[in-house]
């Protein structure tokens, strides 16, 4: 390529590039005329690029002299801004700022006289209105992105429940400080029924709500913050014409040519206007009662949890793009900070089960070794115990006989009698253990306990009378049957007898109640003895615990095991006035 070829070249690119700049900036002969200006000074003075060259300048300077000054300062080459006021087309009158060149115009402008081309200016201007209003754009979305940050921060630092979080979220989505629209609606994905529903919603009902809510605001001067973290009571629960709107929202996740499903499967934050068509829009629009609509995907590493869906329907203001731009950037952060809370809570169940799974491994071992080593116990003891019976049957034998076969003034005979009277206690240890350490049989059926009661007092009559023992009956479980090994029932009915009787030497009143309770059918034995001590009541159905000094403390046990294999409760306490009651409940058939 020659030279004078790249040079033509170049210089008819540079042309265009400056025709096409968004600056406005023109180069004006030595005579004040236009010959070259840009896009963005044809905007600026009103009227199209190419019409302004040939064009005298001074007709935009609203003072003529402004032109000399220009004039002036391209010739003493000071290039300092200056501002100057312009008179556009329509007669409007707008601050500039403006620098003054000087240009080298040839020959990217046809001139004729070389010290004409030389004289040429280059005029920059800047419209400070517009720039006044680009900067205040970028401070505030500057402030409102840190802000974002500080939200998106708090969302993650505090340890709050979902539902604070969800609700602190659509706060910020629709106070003014935050993102400004006037309605946002939740909707999260259910795992159980496979759809996305509405969850939680915030917004005004109409705009006299609306207003009534934006002046308390502005007068109570509230921060984001404060009212994210002082909203108390749940949103969810309270009766606004949006909750009855989210409520409804409801799509099947397999609808999957659907707006709201398509958004979080692309991953994409959609601005619905009015003209859109889109398979589910209507129904959208529809639940909203609004055409126009901004909606974006709630979106983690592990897949999408819902939708937030926001509109203005009350100001009807236009959803813009740096509106749709922080949507798109909170609702990844409170994605973000939803899922870390599901996590937390998660894990911290997991944590819950398994101290508990821990808990119960711990009991459980012990119970085994407690098992093994009180059957290893039994064993031992039933084999002690049969070995012991024969030879203590025949020193009672004989202690009886020796007391019976000596005279009544024999200092023997009160040895003998003792002799005795210890061996007889032995026996019954050695009975009682026996009973205890024996397997129970399952020997179920149907027993109706009030006439089991009945049958065991007719065995105590005589004893009754002979200790002056009145007994009162109130038996009121009637008909009422249940399944039960009536044998070992009574055997637990005889020994509160006999235990309440031993405790009312001299006489006393005995009351056998039985009530039928919600499940089960309680049968009580009360005395009218002096009762218990308060620190036996934790001992007294433990084996051996006897304050008798002829008792083998086996007695409640053995009736402890009888009810518990039946799986029924036993227990005693002491009554208001003097005595003990001891009761058992058992279970009524399914
Ligand atoms: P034993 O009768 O051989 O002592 P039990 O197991 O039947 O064994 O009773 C254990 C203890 O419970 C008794 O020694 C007594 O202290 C207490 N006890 C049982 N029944 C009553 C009652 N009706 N009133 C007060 N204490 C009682």
């Given at each position: ?446 027993v109706v306990l009030d006439e089991l009661v009945q049958e065991t ?18 038996l009121?479980s009637?008909e009422?049957a249940?399944?039960?090994?009536p ?104």
């Amino acid at each position: 390529m020659e030279h004078s070829e790249y040079l033509e070249k170049r210089n008819g690119l540079v042309a265009e590039a400056f025709e096409a700049s968004d600056q406005p900036m023109m180069v004006i002969d030595p005579g004040g005329n236009i010959v070259l200006a840009s896009d963005g000074a044809g905007v600026l003075l009103g009227v199209a690029r190419a019409d302004l060259v040939g064009v005298e300048l001074k007709q935009f300077f609203l003072r003529p002299e402004t032109l000399d000054q220009c004039r002036e300062a391209w010739h003493s080459g000071t290039s300092e801004n200056r501002t100057l006021e312009i008179i556009n087309s329509q007669g409007k009158v707008r601050a500039v700022d403006a620098r003054c060149l000087p240009f080298q115009a040839e020959p990217l402008v046809a001139t004729k006289e070389e010290d004409e081309y030389k004289s040429h200016g280059l005029l920059l201007l800047t419209d400070i209105l517009s720039q006044q209003l680009e900067d205040e754009k970028r401070m505030m979305r500057l402030a409102k992105l840190s802000l974002l940050n500080q939200v998106s921060e708090a969302l993650y630092g505090a340890h709050l429940t979902l539902d604070q979080i969800l609700q602190a979220v659509l706060i910020c989505i629709t106070s003014g400080q935050g993102l400004g629209f006037n309605r946002a609606f939740l909707l999260l994905i259910d795992e159980g029924s496979l759809t996305l529903q509405g969850e939680l919603a915030i917004g005004p009902s109409d705009a006299e709500e609306a207003s009534r809510i934006w002046l308390d605001l502005a007068d109570k001067q509230v921060d984001l913050f404060e009212m994210m973290t002082s909203y108390d009571q749940s949103i969810k629960t309270t009766d606004t014409a949006v909750n009855s709107i989210v409520r409804n929202m409801k799509i099947s996740l397999d609808d999957s040519e659907n707006l709201l499903i398509k958004s979080m499967v692309n991953r994409k934050v959609l601005h619905i206007t009015k003209d859109v068509v889109r398979p589910g829009v209507d129904t959208i629009r529809q639940w909203l009662g609004a055409q126009e609509f901004a909606l974006a995907p709630l979106m983690t590493r592990r897949g999408p949890l819902g939708v937030i869906v926001a509109d203005n329907a009350i100001s009807h203001a236009d959803i813009g793009s740096l509106d749709l731009e922080f949507l798109h950037l909170f609702a990844n952060q409170s994605a973000g900070a939803i899922e870390n809370n599901r996590l937390y809570f998660e894990l911290e169940k997991r944590l819950i089960d398994l101290r508990k799974a821990h808990e119960q491994q711990k009991e459980d071992q012990a119970t085994l070794l407690r098992m093994e080593r009180l059957s290893v116990m039994g064993e031992t003891s039933a084999i002690v115990a049969h070995e012991l019976r024969n030879p203590l049957v025949a020193i009672g034998g004989f202690a009886r006989t020796l007391v019976r076969s000596l005279g009544k003034d024999d200092p023997n005979r009160e040895f003998a009698r003792i002799i005795s009277d210890e061996v007889g206690r032995m026996e019954r240890i050695i009975h009682d253990l026996l009973d205890f350490i024996r397997p129970r049989k399952q020997l179920r059926k149907s027993v109706v306990l009030d006439e089991l009661v009945q049958e065991t007092i007719t065995g105590f009559q005589v004893e009754f009378s002979d200790q002056r023992i009145d007994v009162k009956l109130d038996l009121q479980s009637t008909e009422t049957a249940l399944n039960a090994n009536p044998g070992e029932i009574q055997q637990v009915l005889q020994n509160f007898l006999v235990n309440a009787m031993q405790m009312m030497k001299g006489g006393g009143t005995l009351e056998i109640q039985t009530r039928v309770l919600e499940g089960g059918i309680k049968v009580s034995v009360l005395d009218s003895g002096p009762g218990f001590a308060q620190e036996f009541s934790e001992k007294l159905f433990s084996p051996f615990f006897s304050t008798k000094t002829t008792g083998s403390g086996l007695g409640l046990t053995i009736c402890s095991q009888i009810i518990k294999s039946h799986g029924g409760v036993i227990g005693a306490e002491n009554r208001d006035i003097s005595g003990a009651e001891f009761f058992f409940i058992l279970p009524l058939p399914k």
